[in-house]
């Protein structure tokens, strides 16, 4: 990927890559590891939480140096006077959104307590609005060399017949439930009579959901027993499952011993297994085609562009880089 700075290890804690006149600082990328690492569980052990600062730093580096690498072909590609008047433009761009949003994002009054804000950070204005410019004329940049692709319906109907898998659905069923638990207020056999009564009640008439709130131990009880879809296969219980997806809709099921419990179920609606319709799945497949294609054509693009331009990162080598 190239040969480091010449200072070799004097850079090594703050150069993090250089694309040919471009380097990447860590200060560049440092806020945004912070930030992605301040949405982790707080009992991340101390090791994991390294290992993902390092990911973190390793994939913003790799997004700054190809927006190095984009800067670099824009410049080839564009008469230095279009390229003032686009820096200009990004410039009072900055003024307008991305100030505002830096004071809120920052709790800033004033323009002087945001700067003081942003070193607090490591951050200056002056480094805010480079990022701000250059990733935007990238992606601006990026837009017209990489097109948004045509999808066809034949590539469409293609990518459904071989992926049928993946609109595939199982069977689902939804259910009342009456639980009846055993083991310290009830022995087994008293648990069965009382449920075995509660059976016979539900038999002559009573009304399931009343019965539930009035008897139930379990978690749906003063919901009336109720409980949502759920697919074929998702049950630990395999008798449970079965019962509900092969008991007549609206009957009682036998009474079922599962660990502590005992419970009777009836089967409210079942959906059988099927396949998403291709008419409803298209609109979804033509964007997972178009986002491939792009895909493929920005890494093209970008492999290009790499040609002849001397790269260097930290982690060119194992081991040289920290943030312990």
Same mark, same amino acid.
């Given at each position: 990927?190239?040969?480091?700075?010449?200072?070799?290890? @004097?850079?090594?804690?703050?150069?993090?890559?250089?694309?040919? %006149?471009? @380097? @990447?600082?860590?200060?560049?990328?440092?806020?945004?590891?912070?930030?992605?690492?301040?949405?982790?569980?707080?009992?991340? %052990? %101390?090791?994991?939480?390294?290992?993902?600062?390092?990911?973190?730093?390793?994939?913003? @580096?790799?997004?700054?140096?190809?927006?190095?690498?984009?800067?670099?072909?824009?410049?080839?590609?564009?008469?230095?006077?279009?390229?003032?008047?686009?820096?200009?433009?990004?410039?009072?761009?900055?003024?307008?959104?991305?100030?505002?949003?830096?004071?809120?994002?920052?709790?800033?009054?004033?323009?002087?307590?945001?700067?003081?804000?942003?070193?607090?950070?490591?951050?200056?204005?002056?480094?805010?609005?480079?990022?701000?410019?250059?990733?935007?004329?990238?992606?601006?940049?990026?837009?017209?060399?990489?097109?948004?692709?045509?999808?066809?319906?034949?590539?469409?109907? !293609?990518?459904?017949?071989? !992926?049928? !898998?993946?609109?595939?659905? %199982?069977?689902?069923?939804?259910?009342?439930?009456?639980v009846i638990r055993f083991g310290e207020k009830r022995s087994r056999q008293e648990a069965y009579r009382l449920l075995a009564w509660i059976g016979n009640q539900l038999l002559r008439g009573a009304p399931f959901d009343q019965m539930a709130r009035q008897y139930s131990e379990g978690i749906t009880a003063r919901e009336g027993g109720y409980r949502d879809w759920i697919s074929q296969g998702s049950l630990a219980s395999e008798q449970m499952d079965r019962l509900l997806f092969t008991l007549p809709v609206g009957h009682l099921s036998p009474i079922v011993e599962l660990k502590g419990e005992l419970v009777i179920l009836r089967v409210l609606e079942r959906k059988p297994a099927g396949r998403r319709p291709f008419l409803e799945a298209q609109v979804e497949i033509r964007k997972k085609l178009q986002e491939q294609k792009r895909r493929e054509k920005l890494l093209a693009y970008l492999r290009r562009i790499r040609q002849g331009v001397p790269v260097w990162t930290a982690f060119d080598a194992p081991g040289q880089v920290s943030l312990r």
């Open positions: 990927m190239g040969t480091a700075p010449s200072a070799g290890p @004097v850079f090594r804690d703050r150069y993090l890559a250089t694309v040919g %006149p471009y @380097v @990447v600082l860590l200060s560049d990328v440092l806020p945004e590891v912070k930030e992605l690492e301040s949405k982790l569980p707080a009992d991340v %052990p %101390p090791d994991l939480r390294q290992r993902f600062r390092l990911e973190a730093l390793k994939q913003l @580096v790799e997004n700054e140096i190809q927006t190095k690498l984009i800067l670099l072909d824009i410049k080839r590609s564009l008469p230095a006077e279009a390229l003032k008047n686009i820096e200009k433009q990004l410039e009072e761009k900055f003024e307008e959104v991305e100030i505002p949003r830096l004071m809120k994002k920052y709790k800033a009054k004033t323009r002087s307590e945001l700067v003081q804000r942003l070193a607090q950070q490591g951050l200056s204005l002056q480094q805010m609005k480079r990022r701000f410019s250059q990733r935007v004329m990238a992606a601006q940049w990026v837009r017209r060399q990489v097109p948004e692709e045509e999808v066809t319906l034949d590539e469409m109907l !293609h990518y459904y017949q071989t !992926h049928a !898998h993946e609109y595939e659905y %199982p069977a689902r069923a939804r259910w009342q439930e009456i």
